[in-house]
C-alpha cells in the first residue's frame, strides 16, 4: 500500500499531508487527532483498520508505529465512509485503490449510500425532546406512540440518540403517505429478528476479551447492517416492479 497515492490526499483532512518523510506521529497522537471527529476511534479500531490492510503505518526498530499525516488523512476517509455511508471495509478499500490508480484528486466517499445517512454530527448523540421534536417535525402524541410501541427508545433522563431521529424523520414520512404508526409495528419486529440472528453470528467474537477480536465483532456488524439494508431495498423494489407490472 503507498500511503502517499492518491487516496491519501483526500481534500476533508483538517492538516496539510506530508509524505513518508515528513513529521511522524504515534498511534496515541493519531487517536488525538482523530477523535474529535470520530469520538469512538479506540487504539483497538486503529490497529484492527491497519490489520485490514486500510492503512500501513512505518514502523521503528522496536516496534512502534509511526504515522505519517497521509495516513492520517487515510484513516479519516476510511471512518467518514463507515459512518456516512455505512460502507464495509471491502467497499472502502476497493474506492481507495481506484483512487490510487487514478491521477484525480479524490473527493470524500462518493459510492451510492447502502443506507439512511447518519446525522452529519457524529458527536450529536444526547438530543432533548425539544430538540427531536423540532428536527423532525413529529407531535408529542406521535412521540409517545413510537415510544409505546418500540421504534423509539428514550435514554435516562429523557434523551434520544442520532439513530432515534433518523427513525422518526422517516416515520413522519412514512405518515404523510397514508401510514398509521401502527402498521409500523412490522418493521420492529422484523428488526428484532435480525438482531437476534445477527447476535447469533457475533457471539463469538463479542464473547472474546481480546480487543483485535472485538474491533472485528464491531466491523462484522457494520458489514451485516450494510448488506441487511442492500437486501431489504431491493427486495422492496422488486416487489413493487411486480405490483406497478414494470
Do not use: C
Not at 100 to 105: H, I, L, R, T
Amino acid at each position: 500500500m503507498n500511503p502517499s497515492g492518491a487516496a491519501a490526499r483526500d481534500p476533508g483532512a483538517s492538516r496539510p499531508q506530508a509524505g513518508r518523510d515528513g513529521a511522524l506521529m504515534s498511534i496515541g497522537e493519531v487517536l488525538a487527532h482523530l477523535r474529535t471527529e470520530f469520538p469512538d476511534t479506540t487504539i483497538s479500531k486503529l490497529r484492527f483498520l491497519e490489520a485490514e490492510g486500510l492503512v500501513d503505518p512505518q514502523r521503528t526498530a522496536s516496534g512502534y508505529r509511526k504515522y505519517s499525516w497521509n495516513d492520517v488523512a487515510r484513516l479519516r476517509f476510511v471512518l467518514t465512509a463507515q459512518r456516512d455511508q455505512y460502507l464495509p471495509l471491502r467497499v472502502i478499500r476497493e474506492q481507495l485503490d481506484r483512487m490510487e490508480q487514478e491521477p484525480v484528486v479524490p473527493q470524500r466517499p462518493t459510492l451510492v449510500a447502502v443506507g439512511t445517512q447518519r446525522a452529519a454530527d457524529p458527536a450529536d448523540t444526547r438530543i432533548p425532546k425539544d430538540d427531536l421534536v423540532q428536527r423532525t417535525g413529529v407531535d408529542e402524541a406521535m412521540l409517545a406512540e413510537l415510544e409505546q410501541i418500540g421504534l423509539v427508545v428514550a435514554r435516562p433522563p429523557g434523551w434520544y440518540d442520532t439513530d432515534a431521529v433518523i427513525i422518526v424523520e422517516a416515520v413522519v414520512g412514512l405518515t404523510r403517505y397514508g401510514l398509521e404508526v401502527r402498521h409500523l409495528r412490522a418493521f420492529r419486529n422484523a428488526a428484532d429478528r435480525e438482531v437476534g440472528l445477527f447476535t447469533q453470528l457475533l457471539a463469538p467474537l463479542a464473547r472474546q476479551q481480546d480487543p483485535a477480536a472485538r474491533a472485528r465483532a464491531a466491523e462484522t456488524a457494520r458489514e451485516l447492517q450494510a448488506l441487511s439494508q442492500r437486501l431489504h431495498a431491493a427486495l422492496v423494489r422488486t416487489g413493487l416492479r411486480g405490483e406497478l407490472g414494470r
